[in-house]
């Protein structure tokens, strides 16, 4: 059985922050998105190691696509969504 997938209250936020900055322009094109990120996370799940180690924090991944920053808790198979992240941005704090 896969790791369950949950979301830390800043990746939601994050998330719901792209959403609305998309859809001012787009708002079909910002749900696609929307749901798009979502079904990327939902590959944690079965793939939790997806991402590299983030050199900058123990036990936290980093996928080139989002969502960016993640942890998984093997021990309780959990993958935490920390944070979506998009290059144009600064760096997020994690």
Known sequence: MGFKV???PQAIERLEEIVRYIAQENPA?????GIHLIDRTGALADFPELGQPYRKRVNVRRLWCKPNYYRVQHDQ??????????????????
């Not at 094109?29 to 998105?33: D, S």
């Not at 198979?77 to 994690?94: F, G, N, Q």
């Open 77 to 94: 198979k959990v993958v935490e969504v920390m944070d979506y992240w998009h290059s144009a941005r600064r760096e997020p704090e994690i």
């Open 29 to 33: 094109a910002a749900e696609t998105f």
């Open 6 to 8: 949950i979301f830390a």
